[in-house]
């Protein structure tokens, strides 16, 4: 195979039938099909094999039951199977809004996100670098739905890693918002640091110098626009300085793509490259890593963030010239949340971006000092 050598921990992409399936309807962010775009652009640019791939099961109630109020399962449950929401299971548990909707398959497909977190942190256990792209649901509360998220996957992975006796746990999130859900999950557990960085002012607004959460987390907000230059800056500075130190047996990683520039829901100005170098440092924090997924809302950058994302961890070229077939992938995509006229010639003609340089701001530097004072 074309993979990393013999020295070098191989990828495995983690995939289940039902991430493929219709999902949410054409108004939600999550329209598009995510984890497929990516499996077709993996295929297309030929940077898979079928010993890459492992099918994750999914989850079931008892399991879920570990993180998850066993009421609010149920109700979930009940809920996808009648296809219909009561006012008070709105109110008490959050689905059934524009936000969280339901639709068929909404329970299994939510499941499997938990049992591919589950297989990813078993993976990365045994010696391979784990990649669950359709994981990565951070916001998800014990008892409630929250910003598209209806269970909490990383949580799951997290704990994979506890239960095979590690005790020093890094939860590195990397998606525009704050990973709330997993920061309070893991609240006062000192065998777990969880460390966001994402942007200031954006929803869910916790994870800021006045809202800096637990003993145990570690939270980066981070300005509008932030550039590669400021991020590499954070990623091999203050971040490596906080992972150092709680020196992991462990990483997980929630690598929303929302913060690459393009993304409709943030403003954070991001190349893949520079989210790719961002993990490819983590690699080297500890021996066991599961890569998970997280938010995206721009076809182009999710699909060309993920694909990359994968060559990178496998140990493929993510600047390899996209082939025909890859290109029409790119071409035939469409999102009522990007106008035509701000589709970028480089979405369509190559995976990996041109860098996004910049200077280091203030803003960014006083970020740091601020997350680091709490230390
Ligand atoms: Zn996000």
């Not at 640019?45 to 399991?63: D, F, H, K, N, Y």
């Not at 746990?169 to 640091?193: C, K, N, Q, T």
């Not at 626009?225 to 047996?249: C, H, K, M, S, T």
């Amino acid at each position: 195979m074309s993979g990393r050598g013999e020295t070098h921990r191989a990828a495995i992409f983690i995939d289940n039938p039902v991430f493929g399936r219709a999902a949410w309807n054409a108004l939600h962010p999550l329209a598009f099909s995510r984890q497929q775009a990516v499996r077709d652009m993996v295929e297309a640019m030929g940077w898979i094999e079928q010993s890459e791939l492992r099918e994750c099961p999914i989850a079931t109630p008892e399991t879920l039951a570990r993180f998850h109020a066993p009421d609010y399962i149920a109700a979930l449950q009940a809920a996808v199977a009648r296809g219909k929401v009561t006012a008070e299971e709105r109110t008490r548990y959050g689905f059934g809004t524009m936000e969280n909707p339901i639709f068929p398959g909404l329970f299994e497909r939510a499941a499997a996100t938990v049992g591919g977190s589950i297989a990813a942190a078993r993976v990365a256990l045994q010696g391979h670098i784990a990649f669950h792209p359709a994981g990565g649901t951070h916001h998800g509360k014990p008892d409630r739905a929250s910003g598209f998220c209806y269970f909490n996957d990383p949580a799951f992975a997290i704990a994979t890693f506890l239960d095979a006796a590690l005790d020093r746990v890094l939860y590195l999130d990397l998606d525009a918002h704050h990973g709330d859900g997993v920061e309070a999950i893991f609240a006062g557990d000192s065998r777990v640091h969880t460390l966001s960085l994402h942007e200031a002012g954006r929803w869910p607004h916790s994870g800021t110098p006045d809202n800096p959460g637990p003993a145990n987390a570690t939270n980066f907000a981070v300005p509008r626009a932030i550039n590669d230059a400021e991020y590499d800056w954070l990623i091999q500075g203050p971040v490596a300085e906080v992972a150092g130190r709680f020196a992991p047996q462990a990483i997980v990683v929630t690598a929303g793509v929302d913060c690459l520039h393009g993304d409709p829901l943030s403003a954070m100005e991001l190349s893949n490259r520079a989210l790719w170098r961002a993990v490819e440092c983590a690699l080297g924090w500890a021996p066991h890593i599961a890569v998970l997924g997280g938010g995206g809302y721009n076809p182009w950058t999710v699909t060309r963030g993920w694909a990359g994302m994968w060559a990178v961890l496998s140990g493929r070229d993510p600047g390899e010239v996209p082939n025909e077939a890859a290109r029409a992938l790119l071409a035939g995509f469409e999102s009522d949340l990007i106008d035509e006229d701000e589709i970028e010639p480089e979405w369509l003609d190559s995976v990996a971006d041109a860098p996004r340089p910049g200077p280091i701001r203030a803003d960014v530097m006083h970020c740091a000092q601020a997350a680091l004072e709490r230390r």
